[in-house]
């Protein structure tokens, strides 16, 4: 390597005024050289960048050809635009954006890559100031006119690596998000293949074994995901009709969830929440979908939280909507026939009671009303149903019926 090569650059201080004619050739004839010592000067820039910058030393290492491809052709076009400064000079800024768009494709720090465009630089006003000063002492003065020139080419290409670094970054993490969107739609909608499950898992930070629950939230606003509390992992997309989230349980139950949910202030007041029951693997989450959008179905129209490990004979029933409804007709069929006032008096009454384990003292309490008055409603759904709210059977039949009947009308 030559003596002068190894020598320490400082930075010149930049002139403020342009590079008059005289200046212009000084510069040509000091870059004309350049060219044949492109090799000299591409290992002098590889050996400073494995020696200051820690980024490009594990690209050196792990693909040293790779590199030095990429500081031969920058030199080269860097060089090539001293000389001939139009068609030259956009070749030149087309390589520098083409390094900065690869380097961000290969995850190098965007630091980094500018930090060797500014050595780069340093190294070849360098080697023009060696040239004049060894060769031409005589065009020294000169140099100072040079500086600025260079230093903004140096500068110009820096922005050029950096705009095309940050949009290669952002198309990159476009493709990421979307990649990782679309791996998560397929896992609820259970079109996973099983084969692709070790990377589906690692793309969404999920494990691939572990207890899963799948929450459905709709707030009638198109449903942003919800946040996430604290310590969950979770992979939330949103939708029309309701954010899909996979959640990873751990060792919370499902109501355990909810409850966290709720706490975390995640979910908006007034929003309907359906929770799938624990299932075992992301293999199974797209089940879990299923049975959470069951659970959603039940949910009142005024918000609320639906376990459907809590609801089963009501999911039943909305998991069967056609059947539900031939229920609610035949079951409740002459009650129905009421008009409306007398049909909803009878109808809250024996809703409030099964809610109240069968007890008129509390149902009464609930609704306002004399122990007595609930018991002869009760009598007068019998009647009307005949169906006995002592028989097992029938009561079975009556508040499928009910829900059916709710379902049936949000």
């Not at 494709?105 to 500014?118: E, K």
């Not at 691939?208 to 799948?214: D, H, K, L, N």
């Not at 009307?384 to 049936?408: I, K, N």
């Amino acid at each position: 390597m030559p003596a002068h090569l190894a020598r320490p650059r400082p930075r010149p201080r930049a002139a403020g005024a342009p590079a008059g004619s005289a200046a212009v050739a000084v510069l040509r004839r000091a870059a004309s050289p350049l060219r044949s010592q492109l090799p000299v000067l591409a290992d002098r820039l590889m050996a400073e960048l494995y020696e200051q910058e820690p980024a490009y030393r594990a690209a050196i290492d792990a693909d040293p050809g790779d590199v030095r491809d990429e500081v031969r052709r920058s030199l080269r076009h860097s060089v090539g635009s001293l000389l001939d400064p139009g068609p030259a000079r956009a070749a030149a800024r087309a390589c520098s954006a083409r390094i900065g768009a690869e380097r961000a494709a290969r995850g190098l720090p965007l630091d980094a890559v500018l930090h060797a465009f500014r050595l780069g630089g340093a190294l070849v006003w360098q080697a023009l100031v060696d040239e004049v000063t060894l060769r031409h002492p005589e065009d020294a003065h000169l140099l100072v006119h040079l500086a600025s020139d260079v230093w903004n080419f140096v500068d110009e290409h820096c922005t050029c690596v950096a705009e095309a670094y940050r949009d290669a970054e952002r198309e990159l993490t476009w493709r990421r998000e979307n990649r990782r969107r679309l791996m998560a739609a397929a896992l609820l909608d259970g079109a996973t293949r099983i084969a692709d499950l070790p990377d589906v898992a690692a793309a969404l930070g999920l494990p691939e074994r572990g207890r899963y629950a799948v929450v459905l939230v709709a707030d009638g606003r198109g449903t942003a995901p919800p946040r996430t509390p604290a310590g969950v992992r979770a992979v939330w997309q949103p939708g029309p009709g309701a954010a899909r989230g996979i959640v990873h349980l751990g060792d919370l139950t499902p109501a355990r969830l909810a409850e966290a949910l709720g706490a975390s202030g995640g979910c908006p007041a007034g929003a309907r929440i359906g929770v799938s029951p624990a299932v075992d693997g992301l293999a199974a989450v797209g089940g879990a979908r299923r049975l959470a959008e069951t659970a959603l179905r039940i949910c009142p129209a005024a918000g609320g939280t639906v376990l459907l490990d809590e609801e089963l004979p009501a999911a039943l029933v909305a998991a069967a909507p056609v059947l539900g409804g031939l229920l609610a007709d035949q079951v409740l069929g002459p009650l129905l026939a009421l008009p409306p006032a007398d049909r909803t008096l009878l109808l809250d009454t024996l809703d409030v009671w099964l809610d109240c384990d069968g007890s008129a003292q509390r149902a009464a309490a609930r609704l306002y009303c004399h122990r007595n008055t609930v018991l002869n409603r009760l009598r007068r759904c019998e009647q009307l149903t005949g169906r006995s709210l002592t028989r097992p059977t029938d009561l079975v039949e009556l508040a499928l019926a009910l829900s059916a009947h709710r379902l049936r009308h949000g």
